[in-house]
């Protein structure tokens, strides 16, 4: 049970860490679940949870690892090959023997193994993080491509250099032959084992597609255990687990763009994309939140073990941190020619770098683009679960790990202090997207629901049958409600049917006082002041979009509508009784039979009631209507004045109709609800010709519409 309730707070501390960053962008989600994590170890909550190194990587960074690559771009992977594998082989190994020297020469009582251990910690990073802290910037062309392909291979690449050096810790021998071949080796392996069981794998996954087209979940849950497969038998054959993982997830990646129109690109896709997305950003949260729960535990065991002095080793977090950017910008500098493939995709491209000697390169200088990738160096999840897999006793001689408590303090402030840095810096020398072509995803969707609200609008729908007039009204209110939506997000503004509810009352208000004198002849008073209330109520409804006072308004509508069709249905039994069965239950006593014989008697009186109200109805509808408008006209919030009014004008006859007839517009309801979608679809494509929007926000809210289109039509359908 406390295992269960730890996962529990962790997962809140991870959904308030996201809601935190959503109010204070500029500060990523993963600074947030740091503190708070922190916090939770003063608060009197119970709390268990013990680490298993295997359990973790196979449990939570496998998963993660493929979900990466999964979703990566292998266009851009395969564009970017060389400076991406540059940077996640050879400045990872360059970044092992020259942070470790430095590491050695800060402390010299840590073994040289021990610090290559420590510098093998600190090369993998993070592109998670450096994507939270630079969204809304203009990073260099491809240089954000080539951080995603970084931290999806050099995690790998950390990984094997971490375990080669723990492992000449472990057997007290190490020698540069022996580690570069034993690199090889099990890096090679673990490529070659994940591309071979990838195949395998897509293999029957196809067929699972195939022969279980309809059974989306067996697909879902097939693809969550792929990783935690792969990377157990790996490490069991003795080669990188990591690296199998990775190789497996890019080989789903091309099995997905190659059968996307096959079926792949159905339910089970999206199921699956949206299964993947959600453990990926739950456990990527919970990685940060539990260093943030161990960070106190850290600080706390190493000031009192006194390994070193803690202001000394703070100070020696510092200089490593400036180490590793320095040699991150060093190396992109030399090499920077690699990180330009667009600029050679073709021959005419190549022949005009030459030719004018000038790259594409954002406007940013060489220099600066390799300051900016030296601080895109953000480390993260890798970094500190690698660090927790240092062991605290060396098992063949049964010593203490040297200086272990060091090393994860020193660790856990880079990742720190990497971030807060990037956080800081980032900002100010990395330029903002262009300001008139820039548009947030909410303003993108208000804008586009703004142009298919006013086609809709301008449809006349008057000599449309019932059922399609009805549609239209729900469809026209359904858009202004998620247009204000999206509006009011963009402010943080969550009162959303305030101001709409506030003229309602206006109006209502005006009604009642109208009604008496446009009623003043009307033999029927009583029952019409009865529908206009019930008229009110459903209004209301439509405006209001809190649960609770939903739920009692329904409750108050049903209530009152059960009393008027409960005489309808006496007017109509009595309408349609055949003569027959008249003189069948003249001499009948039953209860029954004498409510139908009373019926019968005022079958008259009731249908001729029944017609003067249904008569009068427009007449009275267009006076309560002209009355609303002239309180509509006085409202300063134009988009609540026209919600309001397009409410009372598209269902002014859908409100006493459905009391008389059997309205079935569902169906029409869908086919607007997809002519919608397809027109917001349209409208987004030209925005991004007319290059209003960017690419990468075309396709989120192209995907966004395609979750929402999927989400029109049940599942289970009843004839």
Same mark, same amino acid.
């Not at 840590?110 to 993998?124: E, M, R």
């Not at 005419?348 to 940013?364: F, P, V």
């Not at 988009?639 to 517009?665: N, P, R």
């Given at each position: 049970?406390?295992?269960?309730?730890?996962?529990?707070?962790?997962?809140?501390?991870?959904?308030?860490?996201?809601?935190?960053?959503?109010?204070?962008?500029?500060?990523?989600?993963?600074?947030?679940?740091?503190?708070?994590?922190?916090?939770?170890?003063?608060?009197?909550?119970?709390?268990?949870?013990?680490?298993?190194?295997?359990?973790?990587?196979?449990?939570?960074?496998?998963?993660?690892?493929?979900?990466?690559?999964?979703?990566?771009?292998?266009?851009?992977?395969?564009?970017?090959?060389?400076?991406?594998?540059?940077?996640?082989?050879?400045?990872?190994?360059?970044?092992?023997?020259?942070?470790?020297?430095?590491?050695?020469?800060?402390?010299?009582?840590?073994?040289?193994?021990?610090?290559?251990?420590?510098?093998?910690?600190?090369?993998?990073?993070?592109?998670?993080?450096?994507?939270?802290?630079?969204?809304?910037?203009?990073?260099?062309?491809?240089?954000?491509?080539?951080?995603?392909?970084?931290?999806?291979?050099?995690?790998?690449?950390?990984?094997?250099?971490?375990?080669?050096?723990?492992?000449?810790?472990?057997?007290?021998?190490?020698?540069?032959?022996?580690?570069?071949?034993?690199?090889?080796?099990?890096?090679?392996?673990?490529?070659?084992?994940?591309?071979?069981?990838?195949?395998?794998?897509?293999?029957?996954?196809?067929?699972?597609?195939?022969?279980?087209?309809?059974?989306?979940?067996?697909?879902?849950?097939?693809?969550?255990?792929?990783?935690?497969?792969?990377?157990?038998?790996?490490?069991?054959?003795?080669?990188?687990?990591?690296?199998?993982?990775?190789?497996?997830?890019?080989?789903?990646?091309?099995?997905?763009?190659?059968?996307?129109?096959?079926?792949?690109?159905?339910?089970?896709?999206?199921?699956?994309?949206?299964?993947?997305?959600?453990?990926?950003?739950?456990?990527?949260?919970?990685?940060?939140?539990?260093?943030?729960?161990?960070?106190?535990?850290?600080?706390?065991?190493?000031?009192?073990?006194?390994?070193?002095?803690?202001?000394?080793?703070?100070?020696?977090?510092?200089?490593?941190?400036?180490?590793?950017?320095?040699?991150?910008?060093?190396?992109?500098?030399?090499?920077?020619?690699?990180?330009?493939?667009?600029?050679?995709?073709?021959?005419?491209?190549?022949?005009?770098?030459?030719?004018?000697?000038?790259?594409?390169?954002?406007?940013?200088?060489?220099?600066?683009?390799?300051?900016?990738?030296?601080?895109?160096?953000?480390?993260?999840?890798?970094?500190?679960?690698?660090?927790?897999?240092?062991?605290?006793?060396?098992?063949?001689?049964?010593?203490?790990?040297?200086?272990?408590?060091?090393?994860?303090?020193?660790?856990?402030?880079?990742?720190?202090?990497?971030?807060?840095?990037?956080?800081?810096?980032?900002?100010?020398?990395?330029?903002?997207?262009?300001?008139?072509?820039?548009?947030?995803?909410?303003?993108?969707? =208000?804008?586009?629901?703004?142009?298919?609200?006013?086609?809709?609008?301008?449809?006349?729908?008057?000599?449309?049958?019932?059922?399609?007039?009805?549609?239209?009204?729900?469809?026209?209110?359904?858009?202004?409600?998620?247009?204000?939506?999206?509006?009011?997000?963009?402010?943080?503004?969550?009162?959303?049917?305030?101001?709409?509810?506030?003229?309602?009352?206006?109006?209502?208000?005006?009604?009642?006082?109208?009604?008496?004198?446009?009623?003043?002849?009307?033999?029927?008073?009583? =029952?019409?002041?009865?529908?206009?209330?019930?008229?009110?109520?459903?209004?209301?409804?439509?405006?209001?979009?809190?649960?609770?006072?939903?739920?009692?308004?329904?409750?108050?509508?049903?209530?009152?509508?059960?009393?008027?069709?409960?005489?309808?249905?006496?007017?109509?039994?009595?309408?349609?009784?055949?003569?027959?069965?008249?003189?069948?239950?003249?001499?009948?006593?039953?209860?029954?039979?004498?409510?139908?014989?009373?019926?019968?008697?005022?079958?008259?009186?009731?249908?001729?009631?029944?017609?003067?109200?249904?008569?009068?109805?427009?007449?009275?509808?267009?006076?309560?209507?002209?009355?609303?408008?002239?309180?509509?006209?006085?409202?300063?919030?134009?988009?609540?004045?026209?919600?309001?009014?397009?409410?009372?004008?598209?269902?002014?006859?859908?409100?006493?109709?459905?009391?008389?007839?059997?309205?079935?517009?569902?169906?029409?309801?869908?086919?607007?609800?997809?002519?919608?979608?397809?027109?917001?679809?349209?409208?987004?494509?030209?925005?991004?010709?007319?290059?209003?929007?960017?690419?990468?926000?075309?396709?989120?809210?192209?995907?966004?519409?395609?979750?929402?289109?999927?989400?029109?039509?049940?599942?289970?359908?009843?004839?």
């Amino acid at each position: 049970m406390e295992i269960l309730s730890t996962l529990g707070i962790f997962v809140i501390i991870v959904i308030l860490g996201s809601f935190l960053n959503n109010l204070i962008p500029r500060i990523p989600a993963a600074l947030f679940q740091i503190i708070l994590g922190a916090i939770i170890t003063f608060l009197p909550l119970t709390i268990h949870f013990e680490f298993e190194s295997e359990m973790f990587m196979m449990l939570v960074i496998a998963p993660l690892l493929f979900t990466d690559g999964f979703n990566s771009s292998l266009k851009n992977i395969w564009l970017y090959k060389r400076p991406i594998l540059y940077m996640a082989l050879l400045l990872v190994l360059i970044t092992v023997m020259v942070v470790g020297t430095i590491i050695h020469f800060l402390i010299p009582a840590i073994p040289w193994a021990a610090c290559f251990v420590l510098a093998a910690i600190l090369s993998p990073t993070d592109a998670v993080a450096v994507k939270a802290i630079t969204k809304g910037m203009k990073l260099p062309k491809g240089l954000m491509a080539i951080l995603e392909g970084e931290s999806l291979l050099n995690d790998a690449s950390g990984l094997v250099s971490f375990n080669i050096a723990l492992g000449a810790i472990l057997t007290n021998t190490f020698s540069i032959a022996n580690a570069g071949s034993k690199f090889l080796t099990v890096a090679l392996g673990g490529a070659i084992f994940g591309l071979i069981v990838g195949i395998i794998l897509v293999q029957i996954k196809w067929i699972f597609m195939t022969k279980l087209a309809d059974e989306s979940n067996i697909l879902v849950i097939y693809q969550l255990l792929t990783p935690v497969f792969v990377f157990y038998i790996a490490e069991h054959i003795h080669v990188s687990g990591i690296v199998a993982v990775v190789i497996t997830a890019l080989i789903y990646n091309f099995q997905r763009e190659l059968h996307l129109i096959a079926g792949s690109g159905g339910e089970a896709a999206v199921i699956t994309d949206s299964t993947q997305f959600i453990t990926s950003y739950v456990l990527n949260g919970f990685v940060f939140t539990f260093l943030g729960y161990l960070l106190p535990e850290i600080y706390i065991t190493m000031f009192r073990n006194r390994e070193i002095d803690i202001y000394h080793a703070f100070g020696y977090s510092l200089i490593i941190v400036l180490a590793l950017m320095i040699v991150r910008g060093i190396f992109v500098y030399v090499s920077y020619i690699t990180f330009q493939p667009h600029n050679f995709t073709t021959a005419k491209k190549t022949a005009n770098a030459i030719l004018n000697r000038k790259l594409e390169n954002s406007g940013y200088s060489r220099f600066k683009y390799s300051i900016i990738a030296s601080l895109c160096g953000i480390h993260g999840t890798v970094t500190l679960a690698t660090a927790l897999m240092i062991p605290v006793v060396i098992a063949n001689t049964g010593e203490n790990f040297p200086l272990r408590d060091t090393i994860l303090f020193i660790a856990s402030n880079v990742v720190l202090i990497s971030i807060i840095v990037g956080t800081a810096i980032l900002p100010i020398i990395v330029k903002d997207e262009d300001e008139e072509k820039q548009f947030s995803q909410f303003a993108i969707r =208000e804008k586009i629901l703004e142009g298919i609200l006013k086609e809709f609008k301008e449809r006349d729908i008057s000599n449309k049958n019932i059922e399609e007039r009805v549609a239209y009204a729900h469809e026209i209110k359904n858009l202004h409600a998620i247009k204000a939506y999206f509006k009011n997000m963009q402010i943080n503004n969550f009162d959303t049917d305030k101001n709409s509810l506030k003229l309602h009352k206006k109006i209502i208000k005006a009604q009642n006082n109208a009604l008496p004198m446009i009623l003043k002849d009307n033999p029927n008073k009583k =029952e019409i002041m009865e529908f206009a209330k019930i008229m009110h109520l459903r209004r209301t409804s439509l405006l209001t979009y809190s649960v609770w006072k939903n739920l009692i308004l329904n409750l108050r509508i049903n209530y009152k509508e059960t009393r008027i069709k409960r005489k309808l249905t006496r007017y109509y039994v009595a309408r349609d009784l055949a003569p027959e069965q008249r003189e069948k239950i003249k001499n009948n006593s039953t209860l029954i039979n004498k409510k139908l014989k009373k019926l019968d008697v005022n079958y008259k009186k009731n249908s001729e009631q029944l017609q003067a109200i249904i008569d009068c109805a427009p007449s009275i509808r267009d006076s309560l209507l002209a009355v609303a408008y002239k309180v509509i006209e006085g409202e300063e919030n134009q988009d609540t004045a026209e919600f309001v009014k397009d409410v009372y004008t598209y269902f002014s006859f859908t409100l006493f109709e459905v009391f008389l007839e059997d309205i079935d517009y569902e169906e029409e309801l869908k086919e607007l609800q997809m002519e919608a979608v397809r027109l917001l679809k349209y409208r987004v494509l030209t925005m991004r010709k007319l290059k209003y929007i960017t690419l990468e926000d075309t396709y989120t809210t192209l995907r966004n519409l395609n979750y929402g289109e999927s989400m029109i039509f049940p599942r289970d359908i009843e004839e």
